[in-house]
């Protein structure tokens, strides 16, 4: 079984940094897609940026500039360091990931998710 663990959430104020970090194991030939999403109180869930494996990103229009998604392909890590955090950066973060397994057959796993808060 392929397991995600996100890691990096925390309390900041507005203004200030974190970097989030997510981690795959288990058996896996290829990793497809990386992606970061995160669902603030009362409100659905959405992405904030993703990754494919040729290295092509996507960010969310309300995080660009401010939030940079990078990988580790050794180590099958994602980061998102976020930085000028506002309030509305408040949310759960998700990690995500689309896994070829050795035996070809495609899967989608998800994180169990790491808080962080920004506050005024």
């Known amino acids: 079984q392929v397991r995600l663990v996100e890691s990096g959430g925390g309390l900041v104020q507005a203004g200030g940094s974190l970097r989030l970090s997510c981690t795959t194991s288990?058996?896996?030939?290829?990793?497809?897609?990386m992606g970061w999403y995160r669902q603030p109180p009362g409100k659905q869930r959405e992405l904030v940026a993703s990754?494919?494996?040729?290295?092509?990103?996507t960010y969310a229009d309300s995080v660009k500039g401010r939030f940079t998604l990078s990988r580790d392909n050794a180590d099958n890590t994602v980061y998102l360091q976020m930085n000028s955090l506002k309030p509305e950066d408040t949310a759960v973060y998700y990690c995500?990931?689309?896994?070829?397994?050795?035996?070809?057959?495609?899967?989608?796993?998800w994180g169990q998710g790491t808080q962080v808060t920004v506050s005024s």
């Open positions: 990754i494919t494996s040729g290295g092509t990103t």
């Open positions: 995500n990931a689309d896994v070829i397994h050795p035996n070809w057959l495609r899967n989608n796993y």
């Open positions: 288990g058996s896996i030939r290829r990793i497809n897609y």
